[in-house]
């Protein structure tokens, strides 16, 4: 077997092409065994953002083509999501016995499914990613269900083992694994608690004229799956109770009409502000002047939470959370600690969470220290670099 010090691991997948997920790799102790292939451009939003590779000295990256950007194509829905060609070659070109293939992309995608087979072939050890905690068998039926657990076993077959985002995914992988197959539990990447802390300069409350306010805060996509209709109708009976509250909401989808609707139809200009979706580097000072975090998702159409980045870093910057037990969000927030968890889709429960903790400071102020501690000690970069390295280095 090759020694860990003398591989290379080869990182080909689209994700990292986000500086926010590939700043993991800033902590991974040794730099110099990373080779990273990325799409030299990733479309997202159907088009409208384009994401070029990141550039660094420190860190091999090759760049080159991606050509299946989403999940709506005609026949192969997601199927080739990611898929680059020309990485067989660059692999082949500079790999050696016993390298490592990770690829950060489902294994239920014949991209994954390729890398494996590529693996397998040169003598490699292939792991891959996966969010997915809700059961196939769930989700899928039919021909669809076979084809799809069909192209999973086979990939865990050509793998040597699985980065699970959450445990309920790890649970639904070991189900077609067998009990020798290496499974770490973690995101896809960590936390940045650098710049999301409480410690930070925030002068988002002078700007917005909401110096007496209690400040809740949403961030995420308009939709139904994130409980938009709960939030609003919850905030409003709490606003009913306590005037001084303030509902901060940041993003777009396809509930913004609705929102705006919202706000006029019931005379709610000065108590609900809108913010266009922000660029993750200007949330810290947003989060910093804020009370509380929300996140009222939904499950919807086979989709359950799978692991809520905002609420991770609103919890790294001190704020309490108030979400829903569905999902895996009860990894994130820990009901009665770092936060409250209520019933999804019931505006009077999430109500009364936001009452409990608007009128309690102190009860705001210490579940904000034990969620930036949660999150420091479970889910920042170093510590998730640190379970990607260990796992790297316990593979057969």
């Known amino acids: 077997m090759v020694g860990f010090n003398m591989r290379k691991i080869f990182i080909t997948s689209y994700p990292y092409v986000y500086e926010r997920y590939f700043k993991v790799f800033d902590f991974f102790p040794e730099k110099e065994k990373l080779f990273f292939i990325l799409p030299n451009t990733w479309e997202a939003k159907g088009g409208k953002i384009k994401v070029k590779t990141p550039v660094r000295q420190d860190i091999k990256i090759i760049s080159t083509e991606a050509y299946f950007f989403h999940s709506h194509y005609p026949i192969i829905r997601g199927l080739l999501k990611g898929w680059m060609p020309r990485a067989k070659n660059i692999i082949k070109q500079n790999a050696k016995l016993g390298d490592i293939i990770y690829t950060a992309i489902e294994p239920n995608l014949l991209t994954t499914y390729f890398n494996a087979r590529l693996a397998k072939k040169l003598d490699l050890k292939h792991v891959f990613f996966t969010w997915q905690n809700v059961p196939y068998k769930s989700r899928l039926r039919g021909l669809k269900l076979k084809f799809t657990e069909h192209i999973i076993k086979k990939t865990i077959q050509n793998s040597a083992g699985a980065i699970c985002g959450n445990h309920k995914a790890a649970e639904i992988l070991r189900s077609y694994?067998?009990?020798?197959?290496?499974?770490?539990?973690?995101?896809?990447?960590?936390?940045?608690?650098?710049?999301?802390?409480?410690?930070?300069?925030?002068?988002?409350?002078?700007?917005?004229?909401?110096?007496n306010k209690i400040i809740i805060t949403f961030a995420g996509v308009f939709d139904k799956r994130k409980g938009i209709n709960t939030l609003l109708d919850a905030f409003l009976l709490s606003l009913n109770k306590n005037p001084d509250l303030h509902l901060v909401m940041i993003g777009t989808g396809p509930l913004e009409d609705f929102i705006h609707d919202f706000v006029n139809q019931n005379k709610l200009q000065n108590e609900i502000t809108v913010i266009p979706w922000l660029p993750n580097e200007q949330l810290p000072g947003v989060f910093a002047g804020s009370n509380i975090f929300v996140h009222p998702s939904e499950p919807s159409g086979g989709w359950e939470e799978q692991f809520g980045y905002s609420m991770a870093e609103a919890s790294a910057s001190g704020l309490p959370i108030i979400s829903t037990n569905t999902g895996s969000i009860n990894e994130i927030v820990i009901d009665g600690e770092t936060g409250k968890l209520v019933e999804a889709k019931n505006p009077e429960q999430l109500s009364q969470a936001i009452e409990i903790l608007s009128a309690n400071r102190s009860l705001r102020q210490q579940m904000g220290v034990n969620a930036r501690k949660y999150i420091e000690s479970n889910f920042s970069h170093r510590v998730v670099a640190d379970k990607f390295n260990n796992f790297f280095r316990e593979l057969n």
């Open 177 to 211: 694994a067998t009990t020798d197959f290496k499974i770490l539990v973690a995101p896809i990447s960590g936390v940045d608690t650098e710049k999301f802390s409480p410690s930070i300069n925030s002068d988002f409350r002078v700007k917005n004229n909401l110096d």
